[in-house]
């Protein structure tokens, strides 16, 4: 087990709780008609009320509930009402694609009960999950039925719940709300692009116990010609080191044809000098999908010439690698 996920182990080892139910047992006083200004100043203060009903959890719920009116959970910034329409995602309420015991993620993580969301707040022209990012599809799940299966799928040895998608971070609220109803001593996992705004990260303080970052560029030229989004760069570090803080962390970076220098190569820079103890996963399994024909240099699989690359750079800088099976197409 690697030194970094060592809460992640305990929780497995039933030595400590899973951050979410300990946020379910911290009483705070609150008033439902607060608004929120107020609501985020219980949050912020954390103040217990022994005597109150409410919890922390319930907190978070509430406030969610309130930016869901004007949403701005990522730095899309979209300040729709949720309620009666979708945003740059294309998501309202959160739609399930599928949900399943995966045990095709890294070794330490599986079998890990997966829960991929409709909808993504990227538009990545290369998308390997198109069908269920891209689309419309999926359907609702009320959150005390998947709340159910959460708790059953522990019976079956999941190692943990992993919030995917597409995009968890549409979702914020209904997971929140299926974590509600849940029960199980499992690690909660954030399996994200980290485009979330600094809200909803202050929102998974405490809920979250293993932050999954998808880090995918290393500008944001590349980012917003490839999956449409601004500002990438400065958004994506600053939530590495929130997350740093929050949580544990296992950071996953696609290596991409021909964007050695201008994404890769920063990427782990940047990961030796300002967060030298994560664990990375260099993924190989990068394919020409969905519109990514259309763009000459990444219209063809990676290469064994650009894994060794990525693979020879990352020892250069002694970033911790996680030892996993390459698949070269
Ligand atoms: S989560 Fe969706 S609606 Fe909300 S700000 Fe992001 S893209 Fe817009």
Redesign the pocket.
């Known amino acids: 087990m690697p030194k970094q996920l060592d809460i992640y182990e305990k929780i497995l080892n039933g030595e400590t709780q899973a951050k979410y139910l300990l946020a379910k047992q911290y009483p705070v006083q609150f008033e439902s008609m607060e608004g929120l200004k107020g609501l985020w100043e219980h949050h912020e203060n954390k103040q217990t009320s022994p005597m109150s009903k409410a919890s922390l959890l319930d907190l978070k719920i509430k406030i969610s509930d309130e930016i869901f009116k004007s ?4 730095e ?3 300040k ?1 009402d ?1 309620r009666k329409e ?4 294309g ?1 309202q309420e959160a739609r399930i694609a599928s949900q399943f015991l995966h045990w095709g993620e890294e070794p330490i993580l599986v079998p890990s009960f997966t829960i991929f969301f409709s909808g993504c ?1 990227f538009h990545c022209i290369f998308c390997q999950n198109w069908s269920i990012s891209q689309m419309n599809t999926g359907k609702w799940i009320e959150p005390e039925e998947l709340a159910k299966a959460i708790d059953e799928k522990v019976e079956e040895g999941a190692k943990n719940v992993n919030w995917v998608g597409g995009e968890p ?2 979702n914020l609220p209904y997971i929140l709300k299926v974590l509600k109803f849940a029960h199980s001593n499992l690690p909660q996992i954030w399996n994200s692009n980290m485009y979330c705004t600094e809200k909803a990260m202050r929102l998974l303080d405490g809920i979250i116990d293993v932050y999954l970052t998808d880090f995918k560029y290393g500008n944001d030229g590349c980012a917003s010609r490839l999956s449409k989004v601004k500002d990438y760069w400065e958004t994506i570090t600053r939530n590495h080191l929130t997350a740093n803080n929050q949580g544990e962390l296992l950071i996953r970076h696609l290596v991409m044809p021909n964007h050695f220098y201008c994404c890769t190569k920063p990427i782990l820079d940047w990961i030796s000098e300002n967060l030298p103890n994560s664990l990375v996963n260099l993924m190989f399994q990068y394919r020409p999908e969905y519109h990514a024909r259309e763009y000459k240099e990444i219209s063809q699989p990676v290469s064994m010439k650009d894994y060794t690359k990525a693979r020879d750079y990352a020892e250069h800088l002694h970033v911790d690698l996680m030892r996993t099976i390459p698949s070269i197409n």
């Open positions: 949403c701005d959970f990522c899309r910034r979209c729709v949720r979708a945003g740059e995602c998501v707040n971070t549409p």
